[in-house]
């Protein structure tokens, strides 16, 4: 996919202009100057990571009224743990790119002479950090506020599924920011396209989840489900890859 | 002119097309036996289960045609992606539809949701319902066919494997046709094959007619635009790099243009 590089004539002519710049960057340093700025931007901003873990903690709080519920167990923990998780990483989803599309990201990042695949695994990086820093304030606000059976033994497990389930929400989330955010309705977009997509991997995130979190008989997550999400991180990030190209020409 | 192409053989395809569906209506009603259990309502089988499987290939055809579209930045791709998917998504509301019928005939309920089949259709019609808002909420005609391909790629590898997925979920309910067509009795598999092949070549001819219907739009237009004295038609209008295949006649830019307009017109029929 790179090599339609050469072919932007906004890659190529800014380039010739500065020599300095055409010294390039390899892959690896490309992403970690992306994600580098993006984690200084976000640590400087606030503005993403806070929001969603409130809206998680928030939305712990409307099911507890919602399904008129002290606590919950299994299947039904698993289904409200993951629903939040998803929704909050929608929050993320959407305001990934848009400083990007706003204040010429993009177009600084076209001009430089580097390959736009850094773009996608360093967004997709940004992302699942995003994610794992919510998980770390969601979890436990979830097992202090409604989760029956204690947290402690089913962490293992809950690490695993949750880090194949963020793979997935980072790979499809980065690509359909990409795509909504350069569109007039963005906010409204993102979320339309990624909830559908979502869908495998919440049946897989709670099939795996709910028998961590049974009061009895509790197990480890099932093996098959877990190879269904890494299969599907798997093909969703092949087709990330291969189409996010397409998505930063212009 | 150029719209030769385009019209070429949509009368012998009409044709064949309800001489297809008139014989496939008379063989679903009059030579298919009743089924035991379910009688008279089974027959539905005949309309829904070939609309869901043209509906699910339109889908992945779009996705084939868009990745044409990718590799030849040729606006035609777009413009058959477009319309291949356009019709699926008719098709799927069709079978949505018909699944809810039979549903509520055979098990009581109009939705059910321990049955794999039609939930992962919902789920894959769903996501398939925002490629139309997705392409209006673009106004670059370049970009907008660009980013439609992007997304009828990545629906279309979604198409099966959402259906792995739900169907690895729940415990299997539905009649596996795919895989029993050689199960049924053969009267019922002969008229469920005619159907299948009368409902696949009504979407080949709603596809063709589309395509003509936009073609032609598009080169009225820019007839009209000529002989209202507007010069340039189209070509000098767009700053995005779009591709004009034949040069300068109005059925070039017409292509460009269509792939718009579909976008345009399309909320009043997608309904």
């Known amino acids: 996919m790179s090599a339609t590089l050469g072919e932007s004539p906004a ?3 800014p380039a010739a202009g500065a020599p300095a710049a055409r010294r390039g960057a390899g892959f690896g340093s490309t992403v970690a100057a992306v994600l580098r700025k993006e984690l200084l931007v976000e640590l400087r901003t606030l503005e993403s990571v806070p929001a969603m873990s409130l809206f998680a903690v928030t939305t712990f709080v409307i099911f507890h009224f919602a399904l008129n519920r002290g606590s919950v167990e299994g299947d039904l923990a698993a289904g409200v743990l993951w629903v939040t998780l998803l929704f909050a990483a929608i929050l993320g989803v959407n305001r990934l790119f848009v400083a990007d599309a706003d204040q010429g990201g993009f177009d600084a990042f076209l001009l430089a002479p580097v390959d736009r695949t850094a773009l996608l695994v360093a967004k997709v990086l940004t992302l699942l950090g995003f994610l794992v820093a919510l998980e770390i304030v969601a979890v436990p606000a979830f097992s202090i506020l409604l989760l029956a059976p204690p947290v402690g033994p089913a962490l293992g497990g809950l690490a695993a599924t949750l880090a194949l389930g963020d793979l997935g929400v980072a790979v499809i989330g980065t690509l359909v920011a990409a795509m909504a955010v350069r569109t007039r309705a963005r906010d409204l977009l993102g979320p339309l396209l990624t909830l559908p997509l979502f869908v495998p991997i919440v049946i897989g995130g709670v099939r795996c989840t709910a028998p961590l979190l049974e009061l009895t008989h509790r197990s480890g997550p099932p093996a098959r489900w877990l190879a269904t999400l890494g299969v599907y991180d798997l093909v969703f990030g ?5 189409l996010f190209d397409f998505l930063v020409e212009d | 002119m150029s719209s030769r192409p385009y019209g ?4 012998a395809l009409s044709f064949a097309t309800v001489a297809a569906i008139t014989g496939a209506l008379a063989l679903v009603f009059f030579y298919a036996p009743l089924e035991a259990e379910q009688g008279f309502l ?30 030849t930045r040729d606006p035609r791709w777009d413009m058959r992606s477009y319309v291949a998917i356009h019709i699926a998504l008719i098709f799927g509301l069709g079978t949505l539809i018909t699944g809810s019928i039979w549903a509520k005939g055979s098990w009581g309920h109009w939705w059910v949701w321990n049955e794999p089949t039609l939930v992962s259709f919902l789920i894959v019609w769903l996501l398939y319902a925002t490629y139309q808002p997705l392409r209006f909420a673009i106004e670059d005609p370049e970009r907008q066919a660009r980013y439609a391909s992007v997304f009828a790629v990545t629906a279309g590898a979604f198409v099966p494997l959402n259906f792995i997925a739900v169907r690895m979920s729940t415990s299997y309910l539905h009649p596996r046709t795919l895989s029993s067509t050689s199960n049924l009795p053969g009267p019922m598999a002969l008229t469920f094959l005619i159907s299948l092949l009368a409902i696949t070549l009504l979407y080949a001819t709603l596809c063709k007619y589309e395509l003509t219907a936009k073609h032609t739009r598009a080169q009225v237009r820019a007839l009209r635009r000529r002989l209202s004295g507007e010069t340039a038609p189209a070509r000098g209008r767009s700053a995005a790099p779009v591709a004009l295949p034949d040069g300068a006649m109005p059925a070039a830019p017409g292509e460009t243009l269509g792939a718009r307009f579909g976008a345009g017109s399309a909320p009043g029929t997608a309904g």
């Open chain 2, 8 to 11: 070429n053989g949509l009368r």
């Open chain 1, 11 to 13: 890659a190529a002519a």
């Open chain 2, 42 to 71: 089974q027959k539905i089988f005949y309309v829904h289960v070939p609309l869901a499987i043209v509906s699910l290939c339109g889908f992945v055809l779009g996705g084939l045609l868009a990745i044409q579209h990718l590799r």
């Open chain 1, 238 to 242: 092949l087709l990330a890859f291969a």
